[in-house]
């Protein structure tokens, strides 16, 4: 598994590449934002490990770019910063996890290999037979990573289009709070479930953003969401 490490803090940069080079990893080392994204933008990795405070670029704006450009590879995000409206910023920017310093490295550890496994299961989710997924006027191509309403492609953060994949492979079924972190983040913590309420908040609001103002989604209160058969 290839690896890009991003942080500015030397020490640290160093005994991360320390440890995921003894855990079979080969890894590349920068320390500003600038070469953060010249190396993802031009370089083939499974994962970024993205710090958000850097020279040049801070993280979210590298994050920024390489999503508008494309760029689909995961990345988790370290900060020392704990307020919920910067792990959204990042979220909202197309992180795809969320660490907050200090941490433990073996949760770090996890959290890539769990991110990792999410990926790969997305993109053998649509099997031969069934490609593409239609519910009423919205259409997922899982091949291409592409989500549409009425014909027109829905602008998804990963963490949404992740949410979405979940849900249309469960239509009709409650999923719980719990159920859906474990899924998507790999763990279930109070933190978690937070961000998956504004997560699915914004991305009802895509979705009944048409002139019928279609409900593709539903609350359970307390417990999770469901995603409606829609004709």
């Known amino acids: 598994m290839r690896l890009l490490i991003a942080e500015d803090e030397r020490d640290l940069a160093e005994a991360l590449s320390v440890f995921f080079e003894k855990n079979q990893f080969t890894v590349d080392t920068v320390y500003n934002g600038f070469d953060a994204y010249e190396y993802a933008a031009t370089g083939d990795y499974d994962a970024i490990v993205l710090d958000v ?5 801070n993280g979210v704006e590298v994050l920024e770019r390489l999503r508008a450009e494309g760029v689909r590879t ?39 290999r769990v991110t990792q496994r999410r990926l790969l299961l997305l993109q053998a989710s649509g099997d031969a037979d069934s490609p593409v997924f239609q519910n009423g006027k919205l259409k ?3 091949a291409a990573g592409c989500a549409y309403l009425n014909g027109e492609e829905l602008h998804l953060t990963p963490i949404e289009y992740k949410l979405l994949c979940l849900l249309s492979h469960n239509v009709g079924k409650v999923l719980t709070h719990t159920y859906i972190t474990q899924q998507i983040w790999g763990s279930s913590w109070e933190n ?15 979705l009944e953003r048409g002139k019928d103002g279609q409900q593709y989604i539903q609350t359970h209160i307390g417990i999770g969401y469901r995603m409606l058969r829609v004709e």
């Open 140 to 142: 997922i191509d899982y």
């Open 74 to 112: 995961p990345v988790m995000m370290l900060t020392a910063k704990a307020e919920k409206d910067d792990r959204i910023t990042g979220f909202n920017a197309g992180a795809d996890d969320y660490l907050t310093k200090p941490f433990s490295i073996e949760e770090l550890l996890a959290r890539l």
């Open 192 to 206: 978690d479930i937070a961000s998956l309420r504004v997560f699915m908040a914004t991305l009802r609001k895509k």
């Open 53 to 57: 405070m850097m020279p040049k670029l």
